[in-house]
Every structure is written in C-alpha cells, then in structure tokens.
C-alpha cells in the first residue's frame, strides 16, 4: 500500500482529524508546521518511501468506505489522481479538498512557482469519481473565509490548468450565492467574493493566495 501524508499548518481540527485518521491508519505520517504549501508537500513527499503517495489536508473529514486501497496501473505511475470531496457550506462535490495520490518525485521537484500546487506536479491528471471525504474548512471567522477566498481566486482567474470554463464559472456563482445558512456560511460567501474580486483583477498576483499572513491582513482589512 502506498504511504498516506497527512499535512497541517494550524488548522483548527488538525490534531483531531489527525488522530482519526491515524488511529485508522497507523502507518500516516504528518508534516506540521512547514511553511509554504508547496513547501509542506515536498516535505511530505521526502518523509514518504513509496513510488506513490496519498495526501490528507488537515481539514479533511474521511469518509468511512474510504480505504487508501487504489493501486493505479503502470502507466499511471505519474499521474496526479484527486477523488472528490463535499463542500459543507455549498455542497459542491468535485476535487477541491479532496484525497489525492502523488509520484513522489514528481512532487518533490514541482514547480513552485504556480499558484495551484496540484497542477503543478504533473500535466497528467485523472479525477477520481468516488467522494474520499467532507472538506471541513467552517470551523471558525478567519479559516471559513480564506479556504473560499483562495478557491474562488483561483477559479475566476482561471489559473487551474485543463478546466472545463462552463464549470468553473458554475462553481463560482455557487461558491459565491449559496450556503449563507450554514455554519460560518457567511464567511464563506465574504471569502468567495473578495477571491472572486481578487483573481478577476488585472495584474493580481496569484501566489499571495498561498501566503497565509497577507491572507490574514487582506482578512482583518475586509472584515
């Protein structure tokens, strides 16, 4: 079986999902604390001593059928695979924040430069139809508010490579309209319209989106 990284940088419920997932699984591994996105996945990818390897965001709720059993065939060895995942304030399914396998060495030489860290290790990608897990990102203000932000930062400037434009923008005016209900629902819709905002203006710099204290200042000026 391939290895399982379990990646964390703060996250509200960090230690309690990581506790399930580890009582679950005992062979995770954590990368904690490591700045940098990019940064904490290549440090996941060294810790990890198989061909392949899972990724488990720390605000990942696993669903119970999930298994990390899926072997893919040769010829897929160095592709990025991402299941799906449901969205808790929008119940969106598709792969934001979603169980994903990677080559390891793909991984550890990505390009750091791109906004998008998935896309960036690989131009080969398969989706994987079944849900691995419930994105919990409404645990509190500020947590709510960035993970709409940079999503829909990415989504309107459409920066995600091989997206399908008439699902992106579907997606945005959901992530943008629907959930106010919810649980800190709305943040959600705060951070979906300030990334909106964000990603369609002209000359923005996408990398900020991965830098969590400008995130948290353009946070405290917004709200």
Not at 37 to 51: D, G, L, N, P, V
Request: charged fraction near 25%.
């Amino acid at each position: 079986m391939y290895d399982i990284a379990f990646i964390s940088y703060n996250e509200v419920e960090a230690d309690k999902n990581w506790k399930i997932l580890k009582d679950n699984f005992p062979y995770a591994k954590r990368t904690n604390g490591v700045k940098g996105i990019h940064q904490a996945h290549i440090e996941a990818a060294k810790k990890a001593c198989t061909r392949m390897f899972y990724i488990v965001d720390a605000d990942a709720v696993i669903i119970n059928n999930f298994d990390f059993s899926y072997v893919p065939p040769k010829y897929e060895l160095d592709h990025v695979h991402v299941w799906r995942s449901q969205n808790p304030i929008n119940d969106l399914v598709y792969g934001y924040g979603g169980v994903k396998l990677f080559p390891r060495t793909e991984t550890i030489n990505m390009d750091t430069n791109k906004p998008d860290m998935t896309t960036s290790i690989s131009d080969k990608f398969k989706l994987m139809q079944d849900i691995s897990n419930i994105t919990a990102f409404n645990v509190d203000e500020f947590s709510t508010w960035r993970s709409a932000f940079r999503e829909c930062a990415k989504l309107a400037s459409k920066t995600i490579d091989r997206q399908n434009e008439e699902e992106t923008n579907a997606r945005l005016k959901t992530w943008t309209t629907v959930g106010h209900d919810r649980p800190f629902g709305k943040y959600a819709l705060a951070g979906a319209a300030a990334g909106m905002e964000f990603g369609l203006s002209s000359g923005a710099d996408l990398r900020l989106i991965n830098d969590f204290n400008w995130l948290k200042e353009k946070y405290n000026a917004d709200c």
